[in-house]
Each structure stands twice: as C-alpha cells, then as structure tokens.
C-alpha cells in the first residue's frame, strides 16, 4: 500500500505504541504520520515517555483507526532509523506546533521504517 496516499486520504485517530528497554509499555495518542520521500514515516514529538522509550528500544507500533463506521484502519509495526531536532525540516512538518510561540519547547522528529503492515482488524498473516 501506497502510505503517503492512505494518509492523505484519510482522517481518524492515532495511536503510538513503545515500551522502554524493560518492556514497561506506554500509548499516546498521535496525529497521522509524515510519509517522508525516503518511505519512512515521521511523527513530531516532545521529549516526553514515547520519546524517552524510544531512545532506549527503537521498536513501536502505531495502530490508525479511520474516521467513520466500522473499524477500518491500519497496525503498523516500526523501528526508529533517526531523529533530530532544530532543524527546518522539524519547523516545516510541524502541523500545530507553533515553534515560534514556544522557543523552549523542543521538538523532535523520529523517522521509522515499516517492518510490518496489518490492517486493523484481523490477522492480517501468520505470526512470524
């Protein structure tokens, strides 16, 4: 599936899910990613649990329900490749951040790859 168009297409709810490197998981709603021109997805976040798990196990899944009746949507499963912050790419992908209004307020950009997509409901496949 094309993700840049699935998310462009589609609204709904997010949900981000990490665990530190003790297994201690944490879930935090999240806005649909950014599909970046590499493929990677990217979400925009403050350094709070889902930022600090992540910098421990660079594993996570996000599960995306669409907006609507019934339970469509997606189960992605991810792995950290990168993040930075400061940057004008963080400035730009910011959809509500307003960086200018809160210059202490740190914000990162996390990229990960796609290891597995599943749709909401459903297996999807066999377990690995």
Do not use: W
């Not at 200018?100 to 996390?110: E, F, G, H, S, T």
């Amino acid at each position: 599936m094309n993700l840049k168009d699935y998310f462009e297409a589609n609204k709904g709810i997010g949900v981000l899910s990490t665990a530190d490197e003790q297994g201690r998981v944490n879930a935090a709603v999240y806005a649909r990613p950014h599909v970046l021109d590499d493929g990677s997805l990217a979400f925009i976040m403050r350094d709070r649990l889902t930022h600090h798990n992540l910098t421990s196990n660079p594993k996570a899944a996000y599960l995306f329900r669409e907006e609507g009746n019934g339970y469509n949507g997606l189960r992605l499963h991810l792995t950290k490749t990168r993040e930075e912050s400061g940057t004008s790419l963080v400035a730009e992908l910011c959809r509500r951040c307003k960086i200018a209004d809160k210059p202490d307020a740190i914000r990162y950009l996390v990229a990960f790859k796609v290891d597995k997509e599943l749709p909401l409901i459903g297996p999807g496949e066999s377990p690995d």
